[in-house]
């Protein structure tokens, strides 16, 4: 049993919790301390994403923070936990909670950028404030992200913890205020974008959500696509990627962040972010992409449209009582992303509609019909009913080539013309078919007959619906992930929850409370029997009205001690918010307690245990 805790600081990593608990009740010896918090004699000093944290918060009776809250305030695992998939961000999770598996591994940091078990770091400009604040120095969650080197309030670069020594004892809690480093001098940072690419990552252990789904191997590739740098054929335009990369990074800045980029090096890490991100990479270079990303947006529509002032464009539509004049069109202008173009659309009250936009590099205006518009169509039909000319005929007199004549033909005349007869063979073979393959379903009946199918499907669309198709098993691979979707939802509710207490531990934590947080409440309610995981969660930790009364008067009680006020049975009444009428023995008895110092005051035994 432990009788003394040190509280945590704000932005305090858990180490150095551990650190100044082992100092201020050290003489024992650390492993017979340590033994004492984990149970365990074999735990080691992780400064990162330590485990074995049950035991710990088991013995901590003392303690104003629950597991998750540790997790969540305490360690890295926000700073990876949003580029994990969730079934990985489970096991971790896992792994921290209990003692199993290698975290390190499992995260893949051992093999990444920034290997774990380097020294911790410190800011000596927040040291001096805490000393004149008469604060024991603390060592800061910030500062242990592996991917920075500096203190983003100070803007000053980061010491290492007793950097002489060769070995660093695992076993070992150093204690920041025993290992100071008294020569070292301040360094300056002096690059503003070093500074704010650091203070985004920092970001990320306030649970900054990133748009990053690490469920989608090709995420970021689909971005890049939005902005041209993916070609037709799905091949990235390595050029141009890299090209916009270094005009935005220079590698001095880059070599920071150990992300130095080569295009001609096959195996450069930007390549293979946008190839797949399977294998994992280190959060900083998450934060350098979507930095990149979101610097492509406002490249892009940093292109402003160009009004050009006294133009009028003419209908394009050789059938039009209006052709060649503008009395009747009207246009608007916009910029296609993609081609990085003013794009202007023209459209006739005949309801020919094209696109008019002129391409720098040939130096030539360019015209492309969106719409012929009913009048042209009209004047199509009747000239092909009436049979009189050759289709290059009519092609020539409605302003356009044969092949969209015999296009247009195709779809419209035969509807009308066909004879009776022949659209009844057709279905009759169709129904034909349709017995002979009495597996298939329409998907594969229309494979094996295209042309009969296209036609059936002009003429009598209604009818080849009707039609009884055998039904194949939804394709699985489009079936939703259930059991990662649960565990996925699961981790907001965590976290959502974890915020809640954090922002008013007071307040009444229920099943919708949490549901409206994550914005998952109908989602929740029409997918229940499949959601087991959150199911149990929110059951779990949800407060009826009459534990959140309990609780309250016990914060309550808590609070006023905390101000030194004086407690009395009405004022902590008053204070918890309890009217008379909710009044019953057990809170009355809880009451009196409290007053009298009978009652024991724990704020752990109202945080509910999920
Ligand atoms: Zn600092
Ligand atoms: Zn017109």
């Keep these: 049993m432990l009788y003394y805790w040190p509280h945590t600081y704000p932005d305090e990593i858990l180490y150095s919790v551990i650190a100044r608990y082992l100092k201020i009740s050290g003489s024992r010896g650390p492993k017979h301390l340590l ?31 629950d597991v998750e809250m540790i997790l969540a305030d305490n360690t890295l695992f926000p700073y990876y936990q949003p580029f994990l998939t969730p079934t990985k961000a489970g096991k971790v999770r896992h792994s921290m909670l209990n003692k199993s598996g290698d975290i390190h591994t499992l995260i893949g940091i051992n093999a990444g950028i920034f290997p774990a078990g380097k020294s911790p770091k ?13 604060i024991s120095p603390y060592l800061r969650r910030t500062h ?33 205020e025993d290992h100071l480093d008294q020569f070292s001098l301040i360094e300056q940072n002096e690059s503003t974008e070093y500074l704010n690419i650091c203070k985004d990552i920092e970001k990320l252990l306030k649970g900054k959500q990133n748009p990053f789904d690490a469920d989608d191997p090709f995420f970021y590739r689909k971005e890049l696509f939005k902005h041209g740098l993916v070609k037709n054929a799905n091949q990235l335009s390595t050029q141009g990627l890299y090209e916009n990369f270094t005009d935005l990074y220079n590698d001095t800045l880059l070599a920071k962040f150990k992300s130095s980029v080569n295009l001609d090096n096959p ?67 916009h910029i296609d992303h993609k081609s990085k173009r003013q794009i202007t659309l023209v459209e006739c009250n005949c309801g020919h509609k094209y696109t008019h936009s002129y391409i720098t590099s040939k130096q030539n205006y360019f015209t492309r019909i969106k719409e012929y518009g009913p009048v042209w169509h009209s004047k199509l039909n009747q000239l092909l009913v009436e049979k009189k000319m050759s289709i290059r005929a009519i ?68 009818w080849l619906q009707k039609q009884q198709y055998h ?102 009444l008053r204070k918890a918010g309890i009217r008379k009428e909710y009044l019953n023995y057990e809170l009355i008895q809880i009451a009196k307690g409290i007053v009298n110092g009978t009652f024991e005051l724990s704020r752990q035994a109202f945080i509910k245990t999920a």
């Excluded at 008013?504 to 309610?525: A, G, H, Q």
């Design 267 to 333: 195996s450069c890490w930007l390549k293979g972010i946008f190839r797949k991100h399977r294998k994992g990479f280190d959060p900083c270079r998450h934060v350098i992409i979507d930095n990149f990303l979101k610097y492509l947006e406002t490249k892009n529509e940093s292109l402003e449209v160009i009004e050009i002032e006294n133009i009028k464009y003419p209908c394009l539509n050789k059938v039009c009582e209006h052709y060649n004049q503008s009395i009747q069109t009207t246009f608007s202008r």
């Design 395 to 462: 092609a020539r007199m409605l302003g356009c080539d044969s092949k969209t004549i015999n296009k247009f033909k195709s779809i419209k005349v035969v509807g009308d013309s066909t004879p009776k007869t022949e659209l009844k063979e057709k279905q009759e073979i169709w129904q034909q078919h349709i017995r002979k393959n009495p597996k298939s379903g329409i998907t594969e009946l229309r494979k094996k007959m295209p042309a009969l199918f296209a036609f059936l499907y002009r003429n009598c669309k209604e």
């Design 144 to 176: 242990q992200i592996p991917s920075i080197q500096i203190c983003t309030q100070h803007n000053i670069y980061l010491l290492e913890l007793n950097k002489s020594r060769v070995n660093f004892n695992k076993h070992e809690f150093l204690f920041l």
């Design 471 to 572: 039904k194949s098993k939804p394709n699985s691979k489009l079936r939703i992930n259930w059991k990662a979707r649960d565990l996925e939802i699961l981790e907001e509710l965590k976290i959502a929850r974890s915020n809640a207490l954090k922002e008013n531990p007071k307040k009444r934590i229920t099943k919708s409370l949490l549901l409206i947080m994550v914005k998952k409440e109908k989602m929740f309610y029409n997918n229940q029997e499949k959601l087991k995981n959150c199911e149990e969660y929110l059951s779990k930790t949800h407060e009826s009205k009459y534990f959140h009364r309990k609780k309250r008067l016990v914060l309550s009680a808590l609070e006023m001690k905390d101000e030194k006020a004086e407690i009395s049975y009405w004022t902590l």
């Design 122 to 134: 410190y800011c000596p400009m927040c040291v001096k404030e805490d000393k004149s604040e008469n």
């Design 35 to 65: 033994n004492n918090l984990f149970d365990r004699k074999t735990i080691s000093a992780t400064l990162d994403l330590p485990s074995g944290l049950k035991d710990l918060i088991h013995n901590l009776e003392m303690f104003d923070k």
